[in-house]
């Protein structure tokens, strides 16, 4: 059984700073490309960042120099780290594992974590 766990969301005031992180199970975890998606109310679920089996990363232009992912093969985890966040990253994050074989992909999602920057 896949299983995609977030955790680590919060309350933040603007300017702060906040980790949220994923731990996976049931799957070859270096295999997949990792992603951090977000959805706020009234809008739909956005890419922020993904990680690639070996490291190689693309962010949404909105979190550029903000916003850091990286992952633990060993611990089966990613991270999404937010520094200088503002009111408009509130949102739902949600964790994400793509696998592309042949033909076929493969997704699987967390049920998210809360993020809220408000003072």
């Known amino acids: 059984q896949v299983q995609l766990v977030e955790s680590g969301g919060g309350l933040v005031q603007p300017g702060g700073s906040l980790r949220v992180s994923c731990v996976a199970s049931?799957?070859?975890?270096?295999?997949?490309?990792m992603g951090w998606y977000r959805q706020a109310p009234g809008k739909q679920r956005e890419l922020v960042a993904t990680?690639?089996?070996?490291?190689?990363?693309n962010y949404v232009d909105s979190v550029k120099g903000r916003f850091t992912i990286s992952r633990d093969n060993a611990k089966k985890m990613v991270y999404l780290q937010m520094s200088s966040l503002k009111p408009e990253d509130t949102a739902v994050y949600y964790c994400?594992?793509?696998?592309?074989?042949?033909?076929?992909?493969?997704?699987?999602w967390g049920q998210g974590t809360q993020v809220t920057v408000s003072s």
């Open positions: 990680i690639t089996t070996d490291g190689s990363t």
């Open positions: 049931g799957i070859i975890f270096r295999l997949y490309v």
């Open positions: 994400k594992a793509a696998l592309v074989s042949g033909i076929s992909r493969r997704d699987y």
